[in-house]
C-alpha cells in the first residue's frame, strides 16, 4: 500500500504509526547514530499489533498475565522506545526519547531488560530474541496448565528480521515451537528483503514461508503496511492452533529517499533527506514533538487493558491464599523455604553414606529431592538426558498432551535450549536448568552470554567436564571451556568435587534470582571428599580447607571437582615425607573473589608453594597462584596445555600428567 492512499485511507492510523517513525527519525538524528530503517517499516505492523491485539496495562508493566512483545530485531530499538513513549510508559518521557544511545539512558542502542520493565528480554544479537520468545511460549504454556486460564492465558509476540531467520539459531526455534505447537506463539516478520550489505538475495535464496510451514507452524502473508491486512494476518494467527509466521511485506525507511536500499538500515542523519520525510508523511511538527490528539491516541492504548488486569486481580485476589503466595513467590524467583532444609537432609546422607559417584550423578540426586519442593523446576537436555541426568522421576514430560510436564526434550539444539530457558526464566515463574557436554558451551555460548547479562538465573548443567570423559576424544574433552565461562561477568561457575558440594552448588544455584550458574560435572566417579557434616553451605565461600597440613605447612594444592581427589592423595604422600601440604578445594572462584581479604588469606596465607590442579588451561588460576600474595617461582599448575585425546581415563589422566605423583615431583621442584 502506497503512503498516499495509507493516508487517505487510514488517517488516524497513518497518524499513530507517524508518531513511531518520527521519533525515530528524531532521536537517530539527535544520536547521530542508530537504525532508523527497521522501526519506519514495521511501524505500521507495531500499530496494529498494539492497538488491537496486545493484552497489557502500560501502567503496570510486571503484570504476570499481560501479552509479551519481543523485539528481536533489536537493532530496531527505536521502535519499542517510540511505542512505550507514545503510550505513556513513566519511565520513557520524551526526555528519554532525546537521550537515545546516551550514557545513563534507558534508551541504550539495543533494548536492554534491566534498564526498564517493559522490556521483556534483551536483543541485539540476532535471533536470540526469536529463540527467548519460544521459551516465553513455553513458559506460558506450562503455567497455563497449571495456574488455570484464569490465570495464565496469554500470547507472545516477536518481531523477527532478515537478519534473525539467517542466524541458525531461528531454525533450532523453529524446531522446538513447531514440535511443541506453541500456538500462542506469533511471529511477523519484517520481510523488507534488505540487511546490512544489500539485498536479502545477495546471500539467501531461503522460502522462509515454507521454512516454518515444514517444521508444523502456520504461515500468513500480508502487506506490512496495510492495516486492514496486517490486523486481518493477526487475526489468522490468533486462530491457529500452531505457532504462527506472518511474512510483513515491508518496505525499510519508507518514504525515505533510502527507502529499499540498505542505506535504510543504518542511522538516517541528514537534514534535507529527514526534512522530505517529514513532508512525504504530511507531518508538519517539529522535533520531538507528538500532536496531541495523536499522543491521546496512543495513551488510550496503553490504558486499554487496564480493566482486563483489574479483572484479572479481582481473581487472582480470590485464590486461596496459600496458592497466592505460592505464585508471588515464584513469580519473585524467591525459592521455597523448605529448600535449605532439604540440601541439609541430603548433605547429611551424603556424609553417612560417603557415595563414590560421578557429580553428574550426585546432581541427579540433588534435583531428585530439589524438584518436588520446587515446583516451578523445568528440566531439559539437548539430547543427552541420560549423559546430564538432568531427569527426574516425577518432572512428566513436556509435550503438547502433557502441558504439565516438567521436562523439555529440546533435541540437539544447545543454542535454542539455553535461549529458550532465557525467555522461560525472564517470563517469570518458572526456574529453568538444562545440560549438555561442558565442550558444548561453545554451542549455547551466545545465549549464555546473555543469561549473564540479562540476570537471568539460569542453570547450566554442563557435563563430561574434562579429559574424564575418556574415549569420545578430544573433540568432546573440555579444556578452555571453565576459563571461557569464568571469563564472563556475572557467571557462576561451579565445579564441586562430590556429592555435598554438588548439594550445596545446586541451592547456590537456585538461591541466586540475578546470575546464571554452571554447573561443571565430572562422567566419571569420584570419592566422598567431605567426611564431616556442616549446616554451612561452604561452597557459598567459593574456596575453604578441605584438608589442612599436619607437618609444618610448606605447601597449598588448589583444586577443583575431580581434581581434588588427586590434590588429596598427593597431600598425603608429601605429608608422608614430613612436607606439610593444606588442600584447597575452589568449588566457584566467583565465590571465593567475593569473600573479604581476610578470609581469602586464611585460605590462602602467604609463604606457601602454592599448585593448582585442574584438568584444564590455567588461564584464570594466576590469581590464586600469583596474584593474591603468592610469589612467581613458588607456583605451579597441574593441567592441559593443549587438546585431550581419545583413551580411557585413567590413561589420559597419567600420559597428561595430571596425577598426584606429578603433582609432588611439582611441589618437590619448586620447594
Ligand atoms: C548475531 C549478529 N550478527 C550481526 C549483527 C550486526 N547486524 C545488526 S543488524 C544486521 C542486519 C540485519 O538485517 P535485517 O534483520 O534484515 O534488518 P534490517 O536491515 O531489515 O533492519 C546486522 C548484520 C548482529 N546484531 N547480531
Ligand atoms: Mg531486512
New binding site residues.
Partial sequence: MDIASLRAQHPDHWNKACAIRILTLDAVAAANSG?S??PMGMADAATVLFGKHMTFDVSAPHWPNRDRFILS?G??SMLIYSLLHLMGDVEFPIGEIKNFRQWGARTAGHPENFLAKAIETTT????QGFANAVGFAMAEEILRARWGARIIDHHTYVIV????LM?GVSQEAIGIAGRHELSRLIVLW?N?G???DGK?ALSDRTDQMARFAASGWDVFECDGHDPVAIDAAIIAAKASQKPAMIACKTH?ALGSSAQDTSKG?GALTDAKLIADTRAVYGWDHGPFIIPADVKAAWEAIGARGADTRAAWEARFAALPEGKQADFTRQFAGDTPARLTATIRALKKDAVDSQPKLATRAASEKVLAAVNPVMQETVGGSADLTGSNNTKTADLGVFDPINRKGRYVYYGIREHGMAAAMNGMALHGGIRPYGGTFMCFTDYARPAMRLSALMGAPVVYVMTHDSIGLGEDGPTHQPVEHLAISRATPNTRVFRPADLVETAEAWELALLSKTTPSVLALSRQNLPAVRKTHTARNLVSLGAYVLKDAVAKRRVILMATGSEVEIALKARDLLEAEGIGARVVSMPCMELFAAQDAAYRRKVLPAGSVRVAIEAGVRMGWDRWLLGERGREGKEGFIGMTGFGASAPADRLYAEFGITAEATMALVKSLL
Fill in positions: 537504525h530503517g527497521m530485531a537493532h530496531g541485539g544479537p540476532l535471533g528480521g532478515d537478519g534473525c542466524e519484517d523488507n534488505i540487511t546490512i536479502v525499510i538500515h
